[in-house]
DNA sequence: GTTTATAATAAGGTTATACTTATAATAAAC
DNA sequence: GTTTATTATAAGTATAACCTTATTATAAAC
């Protein structure tokens, strides 16, 4: 086992450049003995000599040429390390786990390429699941930051709203209410819904929604994805209640409608959520502030 | 600057790949606080946390996970430089530098082959030029072994004798001294010599012999290769004085033939030579030692 | 020979390192 | 709540790391 030091090396270096203890005692400003000193015990620890003294000349012995390479490497390890680690305190690199959950799948990626575009150098990890995963992936503290409609009441958990998140009622084009206004709740109560599986977000504020206004309503299909929701919408098996972000292309295009039901759109918020006490590195801290201040201006300029 | 230890980072290292300050102190037999004290060195000599503290877990951090991949780098260019220094000493690698002069060529490579079967992993590097240059690689340590005829009475130089070089003369096949046996010198007042530039050592061997026997010879071409005096005597312009050793192919083709003159061979001898007070590698000095004990024996071997 | 340049060696001292033990703090598990 | 498992902190210590100055040894240059 050998126990050569840092030290060993550096000084080792500076004498294997110079092939001289005393020019490389100026530059390491040291005295020439404790150069003599150091390639000593870094001699004694390898059991091998490395410099050959011949007359008042040095010269590297092969275990010298051999070692200088390898102490070269590793000062150059050392070298890209601190690089490394700069930047990670300066944030111009890094790494942003973050998960969301599947709702906020239609907008995040367009924040976080924003954010990318602003931070060059910083990289992400994007991880798409449904709430449940997305809460056991911070507790496990698997991601830095998490974003989702309603955050957990845990106590373990940080969360700060940043952006609103409208729920509107969705229609096929040809709905007979897609021409009104002002739609009276009550009238829903003919109508089909479509719903998200219970525990969703969407989910219970809907349910919360219809039992404040004490209106019962048909459930259709029960599915797990927004995305069946839009389609079965669109083939006309009934309405739906979603985030509006969720629906923009749909919207736009015109292959859905809102309808202008009155208490619509219900404004929830997106959150954006982070286990308590984590130390959220720099470049998870620069999202979540880029979140709390830009995000919301940013998705309404998307819009126009 | 940052002045991190190896230490620090092998036990970084520990805690890393245990994910516990705890266990890495078992493993590194050492208590837990010992355990603790290093990381925080290293945390504050890099400006930067490496473990987040979650309850009673504990993970890495980014800059935690970026060092770890620079430690393990480090830590296996120590080994594999441990490795590498462990084979030069036991002779499993290395390198041997050696010169050897013009002459020395014609059996020397042969030598170096066998020495190279018995020490795999053994790197050569053979060159081959005049005395003077040699001599001047010598004292430039360039080379650890230069091999050629007369050592140089210089003090600073360390010679040994390894194997008899005898100087025999050759004629063309056709000569009619060829013929006849125990051929007195005298009779070889009548011919021509070509002879080697003078300072070469064959010539002064040559000259000091004719001298003894006060017989003045005549002389030939002067050449600086051996390779042309073989030439010429082949071309029936002289005789010639040469080690044997250069001329063993032209003999045993019958293209040359020894002239059998009293006092013939001229027994000099090969040399094997080092820079005074050099500290030999184990290569070096394997060769030294192969060449004192096994040349003779190897060459003659060879000629059956 | 003397001078000059270089490295080795010896003696000594300060500091920092790398631990230890003991105790406190924290959070999870029960 | 209590217990258990973990890390942090504090205080103390032996030692080795690292350097200095002073001197010697060596060989090269003059």
Redesign the pocket.
């Known amino acids: 086992m050998l126990?050569l030091?840092?030290?060993?090396l550096k000084?080792f270096e500076s004498?294997a450049r110079?092939?001289?203890?005393?020019?490389?005692?100026d530059e390491?400003?040291?005295?020439?003995?404790?150069?003599?000193?150091?390639?000593?015990?870094l001699e004694d620890n390898i059991s091998l000599p490395l410099?050959e003294?011949?007359?008042?000349?040095?010269y590297l012995t092969e275990a010298g040429r051999e070692l200088y390479q390898y102490s070269r490497a590793i000062s150059q390890q050392l070298a890209d390390m601190e690089v490394a680690l700069d930047e990670l305190k300066g944030m111009e690199r890094g790494k942003l786990n973050i998960s969301v959950v599947t709702t906020a799948n239609y907008f995040a990626p367009h924040l976080l390429a924003k954010f990318c575009q602003r931070f060059r150098g910083v990289t992400v990890s994007l991880n798409v699941s449904n709430r449940e995963t997305v809460l056991k992936q911070l507790t496990d503290n698997l991601i830095d930051l998490a974003i989702m409609g309603q955050p957990p009441e845990n106590l373990?958990i940080d969360s700060e709203s940043f952006m609103e998140n409208p729920l509107v009622v969705v229609a096929p084009p040809n709905h007979p209410l897609c021409q009104e206004h002002n739609i009276p709740v009550k009238r829903l109560a003919n109508e089909t819904f479509l719903v998200r599986e219970s525990g969703s977000g969407t989910r219970s504020a809907m349910e919360r929604f219809f039992a404040a206004h004490k209106i019962n309503i048909n459930k259709g299909m029960e599915t797990d994805t927004t995305e069946a929701i839009k389609q079965a919408v669109q083939a006309g098996m009934g309405l739906g209640i979603m985030s509006q972000h969720t629906a923009e292309l749909e919207l736009e295009t015109g292959r859905l409608k809102i309808l202008e039901v009155q208490g619509f759109p219900i404004i929830r918020y997106w959150h954006v959520v982070n286990r308590k006490?984590k130390r959220l590195s720099s470049v998870a801290n620069a999202f979540r502030e880029f979140l709390l201040k830009e995000a919301a201006k940013l998705m309404d300029e998307s819009k126009n």
Chains 1, 2 share one sequence.
């Open positions: 126990h030091t840092l030290r060993q000084v004498v110079h092939l001289s203890y005393s020019r490389a005692a390491l400003h040291l005295t020439q003995p404790a150069v003599s000193m150091q390639i000593k015990q410099f003294h011949l007359g008042k000349r040095i373990d006490n």
